[in-house]
């Protein structure tokens, strides 16, 4: 990664605690470049909440960072329109991540809703057909820097955050300080929403379960295999190659 070109930054660029960077767009929270977190470059992906309230300047800087595809990863029934359009240059993808209908998610909506990494590995383990699909979308993207978000850009997010960490040969520390970034980021917004303290609530919820946030999410790294997993996923050979383009390679070279 030595030497990659930097791509196009707005004034509201901050570093971040993981090694990533924190970017400030405004009417978004929870946005971070992956960049500079194992062999994942500057510029290649951006995780966040859902741009529901991305105001113009704040799809403007989106788009100067070179943002040029977004996928979303809710289900259809959670799209709501943004208070201000994208650019018409801007493409969207909706690769919805939850299982819907199934048992699987029925019986993991009443033990944690899928809103922590509890369900990771059982997702991992028997619907790894989403995860795949977003990571194919990833890798298929058109030229540029590609955002993805479900709604609190949390676990969903966390998730394909994690998986593409884990083949970009991140440390355990830096995807759980990653993973855990959210809930600080996102705090003021789950308050105004009557949510309380959410990073509480899960603890609390995973203690239940003899277990922390921490060693749950170091349970699902430890049990990844990369590149096997994504191949054995149904990625191909060549998504792959072009996957590992995108996140190490600066454009141009």
């Not at 660029?13 to 062999?39: H, I, K, P, Y």
């Not at 994208?86 to 009443?110: A, C, N, Y």
């Not at 969903?156 to 300080?177: K, P, Y």
């Amino acid at each position: 990664m030595a030497g990659a070109r930097q791509p196009a930054v707005d004034a509201a660029r901050l570093v971040g605690m993981t090694g990533g960077v924190e970017l400030a767009w405004q009417g978004c929270v929870n946005a971070r470049d992956l960049g500079g977190m194992g062999s994942i470059r500057s510029g290649a992906v951006v995780r966040m909440e859902a741009p529901t309230r991305l105001t113009d300047a704040g799809w403007a800087a989106a788009w100067s960072y070179g943002v040029r595809t977004v996928i979303d990863l809710r289900n259809s029934d959670e799209i709501v329109p943004c208070i201000a359009p994208r650019s018409s240059g801007m493409k969207t993808l909706e690769v919805p991540q939850d299982p819907i209908g199934t048992p699987f998610h029925q019986h993991w909506s009443t033990v944690d809703n899928l809103a922590s990494p509890l369900y990771y590995p059982a997702m991992l383990a028997k619907y790894p057909g989403p995860v795949i699909a977003a990571v194919r979308a990833i890798a298929q993207a058109e030229p540029g820097c590609v955002a993805f978000h479900c709604a609190g850009g949390k676990d969903r997010t966390g998730l394909i955050a994690l998986i593409l960490l884990v083949l970009a040969e991140a440390t355990t520390g830096e995807i759980i300080d990653d993973y855990l970034l959210s809930y600080e980021r996102m705090e003021r917004r789950y308050a105004q929403l009557g949510a309380g303290d959410q990073l509480s609530k899960v603890s609390k919820l995973l203690a239940s379960h003899h277990t922390t946030v921490e060693a749950s999410l170091a349970s699902t790294i430890a049990s990844l295999t990369m590149p096997d997993f994504l191949l054995e996923g149904g990625l191909s050979e060549a998504d792959l190659a072009g996957l590992v383009a995108r996140l190490t390679t600066a454009p141009g070279r």
